[in-house]
């Protein structure tokens, strides 16, 4: 008896929440509003929207810019020494150079700016591939969004029926107890009477029972709250809430009515896995061609210019001399910029290659082992529904057995150990009936996520 109560009150996990008074379907309303991972998930989603709005981004304007202060020793005078034939602005033969050029004679400021402003008008395929490996990206986040939902659905039914099948315990276990204990008061007075055929060996036995159903009241109740606590936080109402569910007591489902055939038809159509995979392929694939189109060069019009200014300078306006400290130019501009490294950009297109082939061998080996999943659990879910109908019968019987017991041995027509027997076959067959719908009620909802139904 012991194992049989201990897998009836252990399906109970702390995993999830709820409010007071909710449904089944209105608990997993609230945790699929509230659950932080899927805000996790959808965060992750707008993360590679991100990415995509980047690709598409780089076919607009691009700005450069750069300024700076810096300063520069200041210098007076033109191109000539002074006092020279010629004077400043000479230049007949006997004219001479300056020489004084890092002659620091006092500092002034140096005022640089240099900008671009460039449109690329051709990047053959780069724009357009990285794009489309982007839009693959976040089906494939979304995909991952669905998944966490579909988990989500899976651990509220876990934990509602778990929390009714450890109420549901907690009840059978207590009537026993109640019952245990009538006929403990009943031994013990034809004990004290004298009469009867019972012995003190039978009140042994029977406050033995009682103790052993007590001990496992409790752990029955423990796993009972737990599961109330569980549910209670994931729907995000606070352990400190009042809860209570709208379900008096577990009961199995209706048995799914779709062939084997078109459940595994369904599967590969709508599991979210299906569709991360084909996104994952289209987007290895537009992220292979992104990388070989890196070979290729980036065509581009746009504006360029600048301007540099010291004060403490003197400009020369000579068109054949550069000062980089004073000087000023706009130009409009058209280019090709080509980046070309031999050695990383075939290995970056090996390793696009290699992530597309191995994502190509997990689709297939998806299609083979999806419809085994699909399989499987139709099976167990077949299997599971069998074990509730034959043990809903031994329950039937089993209590039939333990009340006309019970009602003998009060005649005095039964002994203590024929009663205890009655008693343990009933809490057996009863607690192996509430395991079997929670294992079976479990099974259809798998099956509805292993079949894509729950998103």
Request: aromatic share 8%; with cysteine; proline share 3%.
């Amino acid at each position: 008896m012991t194992r049989y109560l201990l897998s009836a009150v252990l399906l109970c996990t702390p995993l999830l929440a709820g409010a007071e008074g909710v449904s089944l379907e209105q608990a997993v309303e609230l945790a699929l509003k509230n659950d932080p991972r899927i805000k996790e998930r959808e965060h992750l989603v707008e993360a590679a929207k991100g990415l995509r709005d980047e690709a598409t981004g780089s076919d607009d304007l691009i700005y450069g810019s750069n300024f700076f202060i810096g300063v520069a020793p200041t210098v007076k005078g033109g191109m000539f020494e002074k006092g020279s034939s010629g004077g400043t602005g000479g230049s007949d033969l006997n004219s001479s150079m300056r020489d004084d050029g890092y002659d620091v004679n006092g500092l002034t400021p140096w005022y640089n700016l240099q900008f671009t402003v460039i449109k690329p008008l051709a990047t053959f395929g780069k724009i357009e591939n990285y794009t489309a490996a982007a839009e693959g990206n976040i089906k494939v986040q979304e995909g991952e969004v669905n998944l966490q939902r579909a988990s989500i659905v899976y651990d509220v039914h876990r934990a509602y029926y778990g929390y009714l099948t450890a109420k549901d315990t907690r009840l059978l276990l207590e009537d026993v107890r109640g019952r245990l204990n009538s006929a403990v008061g009943l031994v013990q007075g034809w004990l004290e009477k004298g009469t009867g055929t019972t012995k003190q060996s039978d009140l042994f036995a029977l406050q033995t029972g009682v103790a052993v159903v007590n001990r496992y009241i409790a752990e029955a109740d423990s796993y009972e709250k737990i599961a109330m606590d569980g549910l209670k936080t994931l729907t995000s109402v606070g352990l400190e809430k009042d809860f209570k569910v709208a379900d008096s007591g577990i009961k199995p489902v209706e048995l799914p009515k779709q062939t084997l055939k078109q459940l595994t038809s369904k599967a590969l159509t709508s599991r979210p896995e299906m569709k991360q995979l084909e996104a994952g392929l289209s987007a290895r694939r537009s992220l292979v061609e992104a990388k070989k189109s890196e070979f290729n060069p980036n065509v581009y019009m746009g504006l360029a210019g600048g301007f540099a200014y010291t004060p403490g300078r003197d400009t020369l306006n000579n068109p054949y001399i550069y000062d980089p400290f004073n000087w000023a130019a706009l130009t409009p501009i058209v280019g090709v910029k080509w980046d070309w490294s031999s050695g990383v950009q075939p290995a970056r297109v090996k390793q696009a290659q290699s992530e597309l082939d191995a994502l190509v061998e997990k689709s297939a080996f998806a299609r083979q082992g999806i419809p085994f999943q699909v399989a499987e659990q139709y099976h167990m879910v077949q299997a599971s529904h069998t074990m509730v109908e034959e043990m809903a019968q031994a329950s039937r019987a089993g209590r039939r057995w333990m009340i006309a017991s019970y009602a003998d041995f009060e005649a005095g027509l039964e002994q203590a150990d024929k009663v205890m027997s009655a008693f343990q076959g009933y809490v057996l067959a009863h607690s192996e009936y509430l395991k079997s719908v929670n294992d079976y009620n479990l099974n259809v909802v798998r099956l509805k996520q292993v079949t894509g139904e729950i998103q």
